[in-house]
């Protein structure tokens, strides 16, 4: 399952990031619709390093989850570690 997303907000924590997305972009049929925008919790690795210095307001990202993520049902839904693939800048 993979969409792109716009970062509106990033959170740098000791174990990982917290990405706030908005404006998603499905690129699959299957995706559910994130009206209110999403929260990723990612590790550390699950960011691309060459990425990170990127990692601002306003900029594109493409992110890749397992087929069937787990998510919480708070608006906006919050999105584990344990369901990201990768996130990565999206091309232009």
């Known amino acids: 399952m993979t969409f792109t997303a716009v ?7 000791e174990t990982g990031y917290r990405l706030f997305l908005k404006e998603i ?16 919790n990612a590790r ?18 493409e992110v890749d989850l397992v087929a069937q993520p787990i998510m919480t049902m708070s608006l ?7 369901s990201i693939l990768a996130i990565h800048l999206a091309e232009a």
């Open 7 to 13: 970062l509106e907000r990033l959170v740098t924590e």
């Open 76 to 82: 906006p839904p919050q999105i584990p570690g344990n």
């Open 44 to 61: 550390l690795d699950q960011v691309a390093e060459a990425d990170i210095p990127a990692l601002e307001p306003g900029v594109r990202l």
């Open 25 to 40: 972009q499905p690129k699959d049929e299957e995706m559910p619709a994130f009206m209110q925008g999403v929260i990723l």
